[in-house]
């Protein structure tokens, strides 16, 4: 069963702008990890985000964590046309347990 | 370090055949998941193996099944192939700075994509 739900499933924005995407789960987690997936095409870490940390960067990405909501946000900002892709959220409980993927956001950015 | 390769790339069967996907982990990487993607349902864990042996398992049925070798490269089999089974075929590795743990980072190969008609 998913754990993480993103939200919105489909975004649309012009390139240039700024994209978030959030995630909700259900249970504790260890970490949080956001996924990239271009159409059909295998999975690129993005990254990842601890129980203990509140916000991470990464170039143009940023993520926000909230255990107390069990929510997660991605922001793409200055986002590009190569941006276009579905973004995946999953989550990892303690434990060598694997991780659970929600179902994705499809995120457009059209030039 | 070349990434995870999997073969083949895509792969067209009928009902009631098997089929067989390989992997090659990141070379040093130990663990080797795979997942199968569909529309309906997402990404889902089938197995994990390390040095060898199965780690963890998924809610899948037993025609899925995998194995992997001393090189730590993984097949995966399924037998019996229903319509249900096209799907996106993922594996991915995880390093050995991260415990080759399965909650770490994971590194995905590009996928095998079975069509069963």
């Known amino acids: 069963s998913q754990q993480g739900e993103e939200d919105p499933q489909a975004l649309s924005i012009q390139e240039g702008e700024n994209a978030t995407m959030n995630c909700s789960y259900k249970?504790?987690?260890?970490?949080l990890q956001w996924y990239r997936q271009n159409s059909g095409r295998g999975l690129v870490h993005l990254i990842l985000?601890?129980?203990?940390?509140r916000e991470k960067h990464s170039g143009r990405l940023r993520v926000t964590l909230d255990t107390s909501k069990k929510s997660s946000s991605l922001l793409i900002t200055a986002s590009r046309a190569a941006d276009t892709a579905s973004y995946f959220c999953?989550?990892?409980?303690?434990?060598?347990?694997?991780?659970?993927f929600g179902k994705g956001t499809r995120l457009s950015v059209i030039a | 370090k070349a990434g995870v390769t999997q073969t083949p790339r895509y792969l067209i069967k009928t009902r009631g055949q098997q089929v067989t996907l390989s992997c090659s982990p990141i070379?040093?990487?130990?663990?080797v998941s795979w997942y199968q993607q569909t529309p309906g349902q997402g990404l889902q864990f089938l197995f994990e193996?390390?040095?060898?042996?199965?780690?963890n398992k998924g809610n899948f049925p037993g025609r899925f099944s995998g194995r992997q070798f001393s090189n730590s490269r993984s097949e995966m089999n399924v037998s019996t192939l229903e319509l249900g089974d096209s799907a996106l075929y993922l594996c991915?590795?995880?390093?050995?700075?991260?415990?080759?743990?399965?909650?770490?980072?994971?590194?995905f190969g590009p996928g095998t994509r079975l069509l069963v008609l």
């Open positions: 193996y390390f040095s060898e042996t199965q780690r």
């Open positions: 070379s040093g990487h130990r663990s």
């Open positions: 249970t504790s987690i260890n970490n």
């Open positions: 985000i601890r129980s203990n940390e």
């Open positions: 991915a590795s995880s390093s050995p700075e991260a415990g080759g743990f399965l909650q770490e980072t994971q590194y």
């Open positions: 999953a989550t990892a409980r303690s434990g060598n347990t694997p991780l659970v």
